[in-house]
């Protein structure tokens, strides 16, 4: 019997799941796999068959007193917060089930600290890579524990100052993603979008996790770039007060599937997460003879 393959799966987003559907579709039918996640409803409808085991929630679990709300958190990890059952439960629920199992790799979308446990746990792991500053001890550590990376992205679109060790251990899958419609060509999209083949394009990709992106910074950015055409793939967050610009659209036209490269050679990223993430990404993407156009909110 072949070894079986689990997968640890964040369920804020969608991205995560989405990636651990494709690649576990391209499996073979007899390897045995499961998923651990916080979010088991990501996997409705997913056809192949896997065991989907149920984590608890730690994400917003009340802390039990103020001193354990103050304990810093250690340089090398990054979300460790004191006295919480639900972390205790889902620490335990992984080692048990990556013992019971037996299981032969363990794929990690995407936390460090879990990461280091599977190797604390004597169990292979493969941590998945994500954009932006990640030269923290916590980072380090988990990528360096792991017996290999995936980067769900093509290799021109790395940082130019990731290290060259932990590249060496990263195998650059391109894109991963569940559909398997076919990509049109740019003509095509630009038809069926109305647009003219010079007409210069924003695209604004805001992923389908949470409650939508902020509708009110890209109206910032539609009025610094009139005469582009901004086009807004995926749910938004409105409060009724924004100002509605004529460059600013959220096309529901199947274009999701066009992507970056067919659409137009604009690319949008607002700055200001965690680690510097929309905004290596972004610089990654211009090198891809895309321009970008770069907004930072205040304070970030």
Same mark, same amino acid.
């Given at each position: ?44 409808? $997913? ?123 990263? $195998? ?72 509605? $610009? ?55």
């Amino acid at each position: 019997m072949k070894k079986p393959i689990a997968f640890f799966v964040h369920h804020q987003g969608r991205g995560h799941a989405n990636r651990t559907m494709a690649m576990v579709e391209a499996f073979s039918r007899d390897r045995p796999v499961s998923v651990l996640t916080a979010g088991p409803h990501l996997f409705d409808g $997913f056809s192949r068959d896997i065991e989907l085991f149920a984590l608890p929630n730690m994400i917003g679990a009340g802390v039990p007193t103020r001193r354990l709300y103050a304990e810093p958190t250690p340089s090398i990890l990054h979300c460790v917060p004191m006295g919480l059952k639900e972390m205790r439960r889902t620490m335990r629920m992984i080692l048990d089930h990556l013992d019971e199992r037996d299981v032969g790799l363990f794929v990690v979308d995407v936390s460090s600290e879990i990461a280091l446990l599977s190797r604390i746990a004597s169990v292979p792991a493969v941590q998945i890579r994500m954009h932006g500053d990640r030269s923290d001890a916590g980072h380090v550590g988990s990528y360096e524990s792991s017996v290999g990376m995936l980067a769900p992205f093509d290799e021109s679109l790395e940082q130019d100052d990731y290290p060259t060790h932990l590249r060496a251990k990263t $195998f650059y899958s391109g894109g991963l993603c569940t559909t398997r419609d076919p990509v049109p060509t740019r003509e095509k999209a630009r038809k069926l979008l109305g647009l003219g083949d010079r007409q210069e394009i924003v695209i604004v990709l805001t992923g389908g996790g949470g409650a939508g992106t902020p509708y009110a910074p890209l109206t910032v950015g539609a009025r610094a770039l009139p005469d582009a055409e901004w086009l807004v793939l995926g749910p938004t967050l409105k409060e009724g007060h924004e100002t509605n $610009f004529s460059n600013l659209k959220e096309p529901r036209l199947g274009v999701e599937r066009d992507r970056l490269s067919g659409g137009g050679r604009y690319c949008h990223r607002f700055g200001g997460r965690q680690y510097d993430h929309g905004n290596c990404k972004g610089r990654a993407t211009a090198r891809r003879d895309a321009r970008m156009a770069l907004f930072r909110r205040t304070g970030a």
